[in-house]
């Protein structure tokens, strides 16, 4: 059994069709559907479901794809720590973020990046909070930065960074913008932009306002946070967004950002890695840096603002 066999199982799997399976591994289809037909010889079980066009994995394939995922992602492990132990850490570090919270990831990666010159980032900033504990489950990043449930299973640990807060971005124009706080039952009656249903940040929204007794009726809505922004800026609409984003943009000219109260709620963010030893490499050096960098602190300054006296 060679570790490419394993990798064009998983790429299969993931992309669900022969010929963009071997694409993304730079191999041609016949290449791809001999070596996986090799590994069905050699584990005398059958992997594909085929027809006429792909169908699918067999149920022990499955389950192979499981074992593969992780003989992969020990095989990189073993690798990243040798080179660690050698010259420093290098490689590649795969982090996944959910949309709200994607702008404050740079205050983790850049102090990374400036400990490990040899690590190259990838970072994912449009998953859900259930993509980003899937793709960690199957290797496919090796941290993710999301909100931090309750009910966080045994096989996640988290290092919190946050607690998420929101304002109420619309036109300097708009007179509700104008006190210095706003409360969710006025932001309700307003022409609103929101993220879709489907996002973890917009159910946060939903339960605010069911608390105060209010349901809004948002006539757009989005699954990015900088297009909410971009929609606040042509002055039909207003919109809700995590305070962390003025770290990001400031507050636009011609726009006002409100502190939403009663209630003023508030959500923890935080780091969230696999418990599996030896694990990533990657994600124990990116936790260091998490535990040791205040996120928070860094997130209460926005753009323009001068620095707190040492």
Request: charge should be neutral; aromatic fraction near 6%.
């Amino acid at each position: 059994m060679l570790f490419r066999q394993l990798e064009y199982l998983v790429a299969l799997s993931r992309e669900r069709h022969f010929a963009r399976a071997a694409q993304t591994c730079y191999v041609s289809q016949p290449a791809l559907s001999e070596a996986i037909r090799k590994l069905e010889e050699e584990l005398d079980v059958p992997l594909v479901r085929r027809g006429r066009k792909y169908e699918g994995l067999t149920p022990e394939g499955e389950r192979i794809v499981v074992w593969a995922q992780r003989i992969l992602a020990d095989r990189d492990a073993l690798k990243n720590e040798v080179g660690a132990l050698r010259t420093g850490l290098s490689g590649r570090m795969r982090v996944g973020a959910v949309p709200t919270a994607s702008g404050a990831v740079s205050l983790l990666t850049g102090p990374f990046c400036a400990a490990h010159p040899l690590v190259t980032v990838e970072v994912k900033a449009d998953l859900q909070s259930e993509d980003i504990l899937r793709q960690l489950q199957n290797f496919e990043i090796d941290a993710g930065v999301t909100y931090l449930h309750k009910g966080l299973s045994e096989g996640f640990q988290a290092v919190a960074l946050y607690e998420e807060r929101y304002v109420l971005l619309t036109t300097a124009a708009d007179g509700l913008a104008r006190p210095a706080t706003a409360t969710w039952a006025e932001a309700a009656r307003l022409p609103l932009c929101l993220l879709t249903e489907a996002m973890q940040g917009r159910r946060v929204l939903d339960e605010v306002f069911a608390e105060v007794g209010v349901r809004p009726s948002p006539r757009v809505e989005t699954d990015s946070v900088a297009a909410l922004f971009a929609h606040v800026r042509t002055g039909r609409w207003a919109s809700i967004v995590p305070r962390t984003w003025l770290h990001v943009f400031g507050v636009p000219h011609g726009m006002r950002a409100v502190p939403l109260t009663e209630p003023a709620r508030t959500v923890p963010v935080g780091l969230v890695t696999t418990t599996r030893e030896p694990g990533s490499v990657m994600a124990r050096a990116l936790t260091d840096i998490a535990r040791r960098t205040d996120i928070a602190a860094a997130l209460e300054r926005l753009p323009g603002e001068p620095a707190p006296p040492a």
